[in-house]
C-alpha cells in the first residue's frame, strides 16, 4: 500500500482545515486508516483512527470534537477534517493503514507526511 497525504498548510488560530490521503496498492478497505502527527522534538502521536467500513471511528483525547476522520472506499481516501484549530496543533501529519488503532506499531504502512502550522 502507498499512501499520499496531502492538505497541510499554516492557517490562524481557530482555523478550519481537511488532510486527504490518497491510497493505491491493495485493498483499501480491509485496513484500518490513522492520523498520527510529530511535533519538533516530540515523539509521534495519535490523533484518530477509523475502520475498514467506517462505521467505528477513535480520537485522541486532545482533538475529540474538533477532528473527524472520515473515508471514502470508493475513492481509496481517507480525510481529517479539522476544526477550531490550536497552535499545539502544529505537527507533521502522518497518516498510516494498517491493523491496530492507537499504537504507532499496529501499522504497516506510512504516508510522507503534511505540514501543519497554526499560528496564534
Known amino acids: 500500500v502507498q499512501l499520499q497525504a496531502s492538505g497541510g498548510g499554516l492557517v490562524q488560530a481557530g482555523d478550519s482545515l481537511r488532510l486527504s490521503c490518497a491510497a493505491s496498492g491493495r485493498t483499501f478497505s480491509g485496513y484500518h486508516m490513522a492520523w498520527f502527527r510529530q511535533a519538533p522534538g516530540k515523539e509521534r502521536e495519535f490523533v484518530a483512527a477509523i475502520g475498514g467500513s467506517g462505521s467505528r471511528t477513535y480520537y485522541a483525547d486532545s482533538v475529540k470534537g474538533r477532528f473527524t476522520i472520515s473515508r471514502d472506499n470508493a475513492k481509496n481516501t481517507v480525510y481529517l477534517q479539522m476544526i477550531s484549530l490550536k497552535p499545539e496543533d502544529t505537527a507533521v501529519y502522518y497518516c498510516?493503514?494498517?491493523?491496530?488503532?492507537?499504537?504507532?506499531?499496529?501499522?504497516?504502512?506510512w504516508g510522507q507526511g503534511t505540514v501543519v502550522t497554526v499560528s496564534s
Open positions: 498510516a493503514a494498517g491493523a491496530g488503532l492507537y499504537s504507532v506499531n499496529g501499522y504497516d504502512y
